[in-house]
T-cell receptor
Framework: DSGVTQTPKHLITATGQRVTLRCSPRSGDLSVYWYQQSLDQGLQFLIQYYNGEERAKGNILERFSAQQFPDLHSELNLSSLELGDSALYFC??????????FGSGTRLTVV | AQKVTQAQTEISVVEKEDVTLDCVYETRDTTYYLFWYKQPPSGELVFLIRRNSFDEQNEISGRYSWNFQKSTSSFNFTITASQVVDSAVYFCALYTGTASKLTFGTGTRLQVTL
């Protein structure tokens, strides 16, 4: 157990739908990062939150949004889903850049 | 800009062979961290090592060893006496304060057969 909890582990949904992925960071970590790993693709950075505020944004689509709550857990919202959104979504938490811990990921399948 | 290059897309070896996975990075920051992660078929990302830019000492952990050379901007990973359980995709990654995120290479898929 890495200490970073992601739910759900698997999600199957239809095109056009909206889903929410949840991440609880490791205790004491203020930063949360979201990454997308599509089939045969590398890990693409989506967005970072630090203590509730957005810190950095990567290749995140406008249909996607995220937030970090006062208890530091984070949610990634994906809407108007397309087949191409099928991927493994990882959350990571860290204290600065020194320690990066990844959750086990949420595998999203859009049918 | 930060960039990590893993030129080897896929490597196949026979068990007990030694194998080296290459990683070349680019950054203008003087302080940075380099990482290696393993992604087995089950999909999770397993942390293997973190190295900061001021520590060029090579590291050995069991059958794993890492060679960090700032002069060539490389952080290569060697598995000695490979085993079937080493079959996975291996990612090299770079963190800089400027980017404030972990930048991954495209990964190297290692296949170890009997």
């Amino acid at each position: 157990d890495s200490g970073v909890t992601q739910t759900p582990k698997h999600l199957i949904t239809a095109t056009g739908q909206r889903v929410t992925l949840r991440c609880s960071p490791r205790s004491g970590d203020l930063s949360v990062y979201w990454y997308q790993q599509s089939l045969d693709q590398g890990l693409q950075f989506l967005i970072q939150y630090y203590n509730g505020e957005e810190r950095a944004k990567g290749n995140i689509l406008e249909r996607f949004s995220a937030q970090q709550f006062p208890d530091l857990h984070s949610e990634l919202n994906l809407s108007s889903l397309e087949l191409g959104d099928s991927a493994l979504y990882f959350c990571a938490s860290s204290v600065g850049g020194r320690g990066y811990t990844f959750g086990s990921g949420t595998r999203l399948t859009v049918v | 800009a930060q960039k990590v290059t893993q030129a080897q897309t896929e490597i196949s070896v026979v068990e007990k062979e030694d194998v080296t996975l290459d990683c070349v990075y680019e950054t203008r920051d003087t302080t940075y961290y380099l990482f290696w992660y393993k992604q087995p078929p089950s999909g999770e990302l397993v942390f293997l090592i973190r190295r900061n830019s001021f520590d060029e000492q090579n590291e050995i952990s069991g059958r794993y060893s890492w060679n960090f050379q700032k002069s060539t901007s490389s952080f290569n990973f060697t598995i000695t006496a490979s085993q079937v359980v080493d079959s996975a995709v291996y990612f090299c990654a770079l963190y800089t304060g400027t980017a404030s995120k972990l930048t991954f290479g495209t990964g190297t898929r290692l296949q170890v057969t009997l």
